[in-house]
């Protein structure tokens, strides 16, 4: 699926992710550590992107902040190779 289909806050969710997964790898992403100035879109781009089959989540805390995500598309489909 072509990321340029996808909306502002979408893509910013999955670069976020991405670059998490880029500086930590192994460690697991949490999504309190994602901020947004409005938590419903948020967490509607979230809920978009799992549907569309983009990210996982972990949804077993009851605070949707220390729900894990996980990107499903490689890495380099969201953040470019830098030259060397």
């Avoid at 569309?52 to 598309?73: G, V």
Wanted: aromatic residues 4%; glycine residues 2%; hydrophobic residues 40%.
């Amino acid at each position: 699926m072509p990321l340029l289909s996808l909306r502002t806050n979408q893509r910013n969710v999955l670069r976020l992710v991405a670059q998490h997964e880029q500086r930590n790898p192994g460690e697991p992403c949490y999504l309190g550590k994602v901020t947004a100035s409005r938590v419903n879109v948020f967490l509607k781009a979230v809920n978009s992107l799992e549907q569309k089959q983009l990210i996982e989540i972990d949804r077993t805390s009851d605070n949707f902040r220390a729900w894990t995500i996980k990107l499903l598309i490689p890495l380099e489909d969201v953040i470019p190779q830098s030259l060397n």
